[in-house]
């Protein structure tokens, strides 16, 4: 089973974070995801809250071959700055940059100057971004006049191997699922794994994608799980961590995110991480170690073997 493995909510010191990744390849992690274009000062005010792009740079600089990736929000970027940077890291390590981009919609980020945004304007700047990151990979130039993105003969150089960088999008609804459809070659699952409404989400894309005729098929699927490994794990504990780390599904009850949570011993977690790949038909399912200290993560990556080790 391959597994990734992701490192969120600025819960690590720089040091601890590279030390973390660099275990996780060796171990054989498919995948590492670090924070990304989040505004979190406005909630963790003495706590370091290190830049995204600059982690992802430093750490695929720092470790041989495990593709690392954290989340461009649409908002944040100019959507040819947003390419060339992309471009320019795939230049300099080729394969090894998982582009991972959604809408977000944090309230700090008017701390930092960024223009509140309605969800459905967001949308639709994401899909106005990813037409416009397309056709500047494949080396065009670019004029658009669009209603978020505006390009006048706008050209990137490199350009990536192919023409092409593979889009990894975050979503869990259908609008946003339609963004999935027309551009993405990886659909982060944007939810807990609740059978019901993973299958509701399916749904969605399988229509948008009969839409613009795609075969959803082509389209592989990731989703970060919440895991805490230890044989003394409560339950109850789990879900009030998890509650606390992930406000944006306030709106699920407990009844449906408690069972969709892996806790307890390595094997059971083991165990039900390979059901639930199986039973979703994940291509990557995703560890989520959010909030961890360094030491309970460094012991969750070593319980739960992710793959052939690298020599």
């Known amino acids: 089973m391959k597994l990734g493995v992701a490192f969120g909510w600025h819960s690590f010191a720089w040091e601890d974070l590279a030390a973390l990744v660099e275990r996780a390849e060796a171990l ?17 005010r003495e706590a370091d809250v290190l830049d995204g792009w600059t982690v992802t740079t430093a750490l695929i600089a ?15 970027w100019n959507a040819a700055r947003l390419a060339q940077v992309a471009a320019t890291l795939e230049r300099i390590a080729p394969g090894r940059l998982r582009f991972f981009t959604s809408i977000g919609d944090r309230r ?33 130039g670019v ?31 259908a609008r946003l ?11 982060n699952v944007n ?32 989703m970060w799980i919440f895991t805490r490994v230890g044989d003394g794990s409560e339950p109850q504990a789990a879900l009030s961590e998890y509650r606390r780390l992930n406000p944006w599904f306030a709106d699920l009850p407990d009844a449906e995110i408690a069972p969709a949570l892996v806790v307890g011993s390595a094997a059971h977690c083991r ?9 979703l038909d994940l291509d990557l399912p995703v560890i989520d170690l959010s909030g961890m200290d360094a030491a309970a993560a460094r012991h969750t990556l070593e319980a739960i073997p992710a793959g052939a080790p690298s020599r």
């Open 28 to 44: 054989g992690y498919a995948a590492a995801y670090v924070d990304g274009d989040v505004s979190m000062l406005g909630v963790r």
């Open 62 to 76: 720092r470790t041989r071959h495990i593709p690392i990736g954290s989340l461009r929000l649409v908002e944040h």
């Open 108 to 140: 700090e980020d008017h701390r930092f100057g960024y223009p509140r945004m309605r969800a459905a304007e967001r949308i639709a700047r994401l899909d106005e971004t990813l037409t416009a990151a397309r056709a500047l990979w494949r080396g065009e």
């Open 143 to 173: 004029t658009l006049d669009g209603v978020h993105v505006q390009l006048d003969d706008a050209r990137v150089r490199p350009v990536p191997g192919g023409g092409r960088i593979p889009i990894e999008i975050a979503a869990k609804g």
């Open 177 to 187: 699922l339609g963004v999935v459809a027309r551009h993405a070659d990886v659909w």
């Open 191 to 222: 939810l807990p794994p609740i059978p019901d409404r993973y299958a509701q989400a399916v749904a969605h894309l399988e229509a948008a994608c009969a839409s613009c005729g795609r075969d959803p098929q082509g389209i592989a699927r990731s």
């Open 271 to 279: 165990e039900r991480l390979m059901a639930l790949a199986r039973d």
